[in-house]
């Protein structure tokens, strides 16, 4: 019995690999390295042109439905007005309560603020969200009337 012969892929007709590729293949990844250079300098500079950052410090259980949270807020300008967001979860990490809180005009540049959040359960931990110098109008217009039409009594009958 006669084994068959062996023989290598170069003499079966198989191509070596192109030294084209492996220049190819390396430009690729020359030019993804620098992207994500980029993104990553373009990301540090947006975090670092912030014009208003929170800090939670602590936050301590008032009752099984109120949390207070204590954090240092620090502005740019404290001539222009700015608000932060602050939250509060449960053991689930469920988010439990919520409050917006205005920073008005004047002030230090660091400021420490004691919060409480209401809760719809027991809360564990406080955190501060996130912080804006784009203040939403219901947190700086004063109440307005719901209605300027007088109730006629006689049609609630």
């Given amino acids: 019995m006669t084994q068959p012969e062996r023989t290598s892929r170069a003499a079966a007709g198989a191509q070596p690999a192109s030294p084209i590729t492996g220049k190819v293949l390396a430009v690729i990844f020359f030019f993804l390295l620098l992207a994500a250079v980029?993104?990553?300098?373009?990301?540090?500079?947006?975090?670092?042109?912030t014009p208003v950052?929170?800090?939670?410090?602590?936050?301590?259980?008032?009752?099984?439905?109120t949390l207070r949270l204590t954090y240092d807020v620090q502005r740019k300008d404290v001539n222009v007005p700015s608000y932060c967001i602050i939250l509060a979860w449960d053991y689930d990490k469920n988010e439990i309560g919520r409050r917006e809180?205005?920073?008005?005009?004047?002030?230090?540049e660091f400021t420490r603020i004691v919060a409480d959040i209401p809760t719809r359960g027991v809360p564990v931990v406080g955190e501060t969200y996130g912080c804006s110098v784009?203040?939403?109008?219901?947190?700086?217009?004063?109440?307005?009337?719901l209605s300027d039409t007088p109730i006629d009594p006689t049609s609630l009958q």
């Fill in 134 to 145: 784009n203040v939403p109008s219901y947190l700086t217009d004063a109440a307005l009337p």
């Fill in 101 to 108: 809180v205005l920073n008005p005009v004047g002030g230090e």
């Fill in 53 to 65: 950052t929170a800090t939670r410090i602590s936050h301590q259980r008032l009752t099984d439905n």
């Fill in 38 to 49: 980029v993104v990553v300098f373009q990301y540090t500079q947006k975090q670092q042109d």
